[in-house]
């Protein structure tokens, strides 16, 4: 059954640095999202992301984060200067009509 | 902002029993899915709800989407050991893509 894949899993990085998170959608999916949850709450909206642009941001996604579609299969998710609460894990969904999302294992973002 | 209460916060059952969760909110959505989290891992959909009064089923899953629209329900019944994880509602809202999560119910099936 296909599946939402990211890498890394895990991903340590010092405060101020820039990290890439890469996430591989369905392949026939079409619309692409990333989500975030701090450890022990509740899962929070980024960004939606449809026809190589952004559809939605929440105001979370501030100047610091971008996502790119780079190529037809990787989405990704930068942040460009991390903070100590960037520490989250981030996970990758996507949907081939606008309802049934489907999320990828994902990346547990840790900054030092 | 929106909001999604879950209800119970968590539950200690013993196996096979039956389980109860449910899910309301302030605001109207025209969207209600049921996910269940593993400890470290991302959440999977469990049903989807597109109408409302609509009642489906997923084996021992059944999720009711509310008839004012501002409320879901998920039972499972027969629970099992593997059953155990966090169960999240999510809500969405016309002309928006985004999922609005719930704050979970944890569910932990003694043996």
């Known amino acids: 059954e296909p599946e939402v894949t990211q890498t890394p899993s895990h991903q340590v990085t010092q405060m101020g640095q820039e990290v890439i998170l890469r996430c591989v959608p369905i392949?026939?999916?079409?619309?692409f999202y990333w989500y975030r949850q701090i450890l022990g709450q509740k899962v929070e909206f980024l960004v939606s992301?449809?026809?190589?642009?952004?559809?939605?941001k929440s105001e979370i996604f501030d100047d610091q984060f971008s996502v790119e579609r780079p190529d037809g299969s990787n989405f990704t998710l930068k942040i460009r200067s991390t903070k100590l609460e960037d520490s989250a894990m981030y996970f990758c969904?996507?949907?081939?009509?606008?309802?049934?999302?489907?999320f990828g294992p994902g990346t547990r973002l840790t900054v030092t | 902002g929106q909001q999604l209460n879950q209800s119970p916060q968590s539950m200690f059952i013993q196996e096979g029993e039956d389980v109860s969760m449910n899910c309301t909110s302030s605001?109207?959505?025209?969207?209600w899915l049921w996910y269940k989290q593993d400890p470290g891992e991302g959440p999977v959909l469990l049903i989807a709800?597109?109408?409302?009064?609509e009642l489906t089923s997923n084996g021992r899953l059944t999720a009711q989407f509310g008839i004012t629209r501002k409320d879901s329900f998920l039972n499972i019944s027969a629970s099992i050991p593997s059953d155990v994880g966090i169960y999240f509602c999510?809500?969405?809202?016309?002309?928006?893509?985004?999922?609005?999560f719930g704050t979970g119910t944890l569910l932990a099936v003694q043996p």
């Open positions: 969904a996507s949907t081939g009509d606008r309802y049934e999302q489907y």
């Open positions: 392949s026939n999916h079409l619309y």
């Open positions: 992301f449809y026809n190589n642009e952004i559809s939605e």
């Open positions: 605001s109207i959505f025209n969207t």
């Open positions: 709800l597109y109408k409302a009064g």
């Open positions: 999510a809500g969405q809202r016309v002309a928006t893509n985004k999922l609005i």
